[in-house]
């Protein structure tokens, strides 16, 4: 029987599972906690790459086509407006993959990248991949998942090579 989700509760969850209500606090603080596991554990599965340099335009590319998949749950899901909303899960973990990516991408590229600037571009780069991702979910009309991940990509690559070449000209004229 689907229900909406606000009128789901941790009691009609472990009812439906056949489960003591106990036994979820076990694993979980509340319901918005098993949706942040859910999202947490397919992501991983479908997005392995994640924090690699190397990987990144593979990465975005699961991300997106993940999020193309589940459309209908993550339209859902993303308008939740709550405490512990799913929302925050999915913008920390973009966060996350933004900042192991820049911090790999100084590695490769040998370019050294400000601590505090780096939390800076996670926090913005993050919220941006998850504006975009969320305006694409709720669109009437959305592009497809290829267009928004060509997109996403370009973004993403137009913020590190603006950075790589700021970094290499900061380098030149240190070392000139």
């Not at 990248?113 to 993050?126: N, P, W």
């Not at 009437?140 to 913020?159: I, M």
């Amino acid at each position: 029987m689907a229900q909406p989700f606000s009128s789901i509760n941790v009691t009609t969850i472990m009812q439906q599972a056949g489960l003591r209500r106990q036994t979820f606090y076990d694993y979980y603080r509340d319901k918005y906690d098993v949706l942040g596991d859910i999202y947490s554990s397919e992501v991983a599965a479908a997005a392995h790459y994640c924090g690699h340099y190397q990987y990144w335009p593979q990465t975005v590319e699961s991300i997106v086509a993940y999020f193309g998949t589940n459309r209908a749950f993550y339209q859902r899901v993303i308008q939740i407006d709550e405490q512990n909303a799913p929302e925050m899960v999915i913008q920390a973990h973009l966060r996350q993959m933004v900042a192991d990516i820049f911090k790999t991408m100084g590695e490769a590229e040998q370019v050294l990248i400000d601590t505090s600037y780096c939390k800076f571009l996670k926090d913005l780069l993050g919220a941006a991949l998850l504006s975009g991702i969320k305006e694409w979910l709720l669109a009437d009309h959305p592009v497809s998942v290829k267009q928004e991940t060509d997109y996403l990509q370009a973004y993403f690559q137009d913020g590190m090579n603006g950075f790589l070449l700021r970094a290499r000209k900061i380098n030149t004229r240190e070392i000139g």
